[in-house]
């Protein structure tokens, strides 16, 4: 099965074979060894500056999300959203009872900085939450300019950087995020089960609320800073994770995000020939192509008929259910040949429906 989905992406032999090695205990002075590894990569791609935490919480992307949310000491946050994972965020603010504001914006648009600067000159918030990359309509939002807006207005900034953490220029430090999260499935290409998470010196100021034992970052510090112990890590994707991390420094996050570029866009163009159109009305995420199908052909259809030609893909979630094809351009999903053999299989289904 060729794996092309937005998340989970493929694994490189290296990270595989890092699965493979004998187990440890997870206060094994090798694999906290290990941990310090990560941590070091973890700080060179967040960048989150001088007194951050940085950690990989186990779990998925979800827990990264969650965790910033149940250590914030109290709302009123302001969720922006354009997709289904701001929704997400809307609805974990909600349950932990941060006084949500939630400003939507039409699904396939980016998120706007004129309206998030007036609601933020309404209101005071604790907090400024966006996703950088919406994997449901494969938009960027303005991730830099969103997080000024919340500097200015003196509030947190929290980024989700699930779509875009090792595969496009990011710098907590020059975007203004306090707490930024991904999974380990997506743009790094390792195992799912892990959740990269950074904190800045200012957001572990505010995060003092303990809504939650396992996601309490005053524990995961207690592990990860210390090496003291909080619960059992998955020791073996720890491994891979940080040959996994290895690769995309060697490689460059200026040379992934060429590389998603490029795929993206020889891609786009061979999807328009055959009548495919795309879903983003501006500002397109290069690691996520989300398009229409041609007029006649049904999107959920379609991702049935290219699974039973050994290809995955994703259909719509959210405001695009039904609606679209999702193609992964994250890690080792950005490659030609792989979509090569993904286009070849859409005419075989292509033909048949
Ligand atoms: C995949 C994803 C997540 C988290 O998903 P998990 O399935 O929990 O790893 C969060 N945000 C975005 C933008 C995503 O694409």
């Known amino acids: 099965m060729l794996l092309l989905t937005p998340g989970p992406t493929p694994i490189p032999e290296r990270v595989q074979k890092a699965l493979l090695r004998p187990m440890r205990g997870h206060l094994d002075p090798e694999v906290l060894g290990v941990n310090r590894a990560i941590q070091e990569r973890l700080l060179a791609l967040f960048d989150p500056g001088e007194g951050a935490l940085v950690a990989a919480l186990a779990g998925s992307g979800s827990l990264g999300m969650e965790a910033g949310l149940a250590a914030l000491?109290?709302?009123?946050?302001?969720?922006?959203t354009n997709g289904a994972f701001g929704d997400r965020i809307a609805e974990m603010a909600l349950l932990h009872g941060l006084e949500p504001t939630v400003l939507e914006f039409p699904p396939g648009e980016p998120v706007d900085p004129g309206a998030v600067a007036q609601a933020l000159k309404a209101r005071r918030y604790r907090l400024v939450a966006l996703v950088h990359g919406e994997t449901s309509t494969g938009v960027l939002n303005p991730a830099r300019e969103i997080g000024a807006l919340a500097k200015e207005a003196g509030a947190l900034f929290f980024l989700d950087a699930v779509t875009t953490l090792g595969m496009l220029p990011f710098s907590m430090r020059e975007m203004g995020a306090d707490y930024a999260f991904t999974g380990s499935q997506k743009c790094l290409s390792a195992p799912p089960g892990l959740a990269p998470i950074a904190v800045s010196?200012?957001?572990?100021r505010a995060f003092t609320a303990r809504r939650g034992w396992y996601p309490d970052l005053e524990r995961v510090a207690e592990h990860w800073e210390r090496g003291g112990y909080h619960h059992t890590t998955p020791v073996l994707l720890h491994y891979a994770l940080l040959e996994a991390l290895d690769l995309a420094l060697e490689e460059g996050v200026e040379a992934r995000e060429r590389r998603a570029r490029e795929v993206y866009a020889w891609l786009l163009e061979e999807l328009l020939?055959?009548?495919?159109?795309p879903y983003p009305k501006a500002s397109p995420l290069p690691t996520v192509l989300v398009v229409r199908p041609p007029e006649g052909?049904?999107?959920?259809r379609l991702v049935k008929a290219l699974y039973a030609e050994g290809v995955a893909v994703a259909g719509g979630i959210g405001p695009t259910r039904g609606q679209v094809l999702r193609l992964g351009l994250m890690g080792e999903g950005a490659r030609k040949e792989a979509y090569g053999f993904f286009l070849k299989a859409l005419d075989r289904a292509l033909a048949l429906a």
């Open 73 to 80: 000491d109290r709302g009123p946050v302001l969720i922006l």
């Open 273 to 277: 020939v055959r009548g495919f159109r």
């Open 297 to 300: 052909v049904e999107a959920d």
């Open 201 to 204: 010196r200012e957001a572990r």
